[in-house]
């Protein structure tokens, strides 16, 4: 079968492996960097919110 006659799918040997891995694959195939911002990114908004929170507290008389 070759590639004309099915075109909806790509032969193995066009892919040669030059292409650039994208950003967010380099980003999702690391296990330490998605366990630091799965641990960062809440921690940083917990505190930001907690900050809103006591900000908006009405002084005493």
Known sequence: MSDTENPGVESSQADDGNE??????????????????????????????????IVTIPLAK
């Open 20 to 53: 650039p891995i994208p950003f967010w694959q380099n980003v999702l195939d690391n296990p330490f960097l998605l366990l630091f911002l799965g641990v960062t990114i809440p921690t940083v908004l917990y505190v930001i919110w907690g900050v809103m929170e």
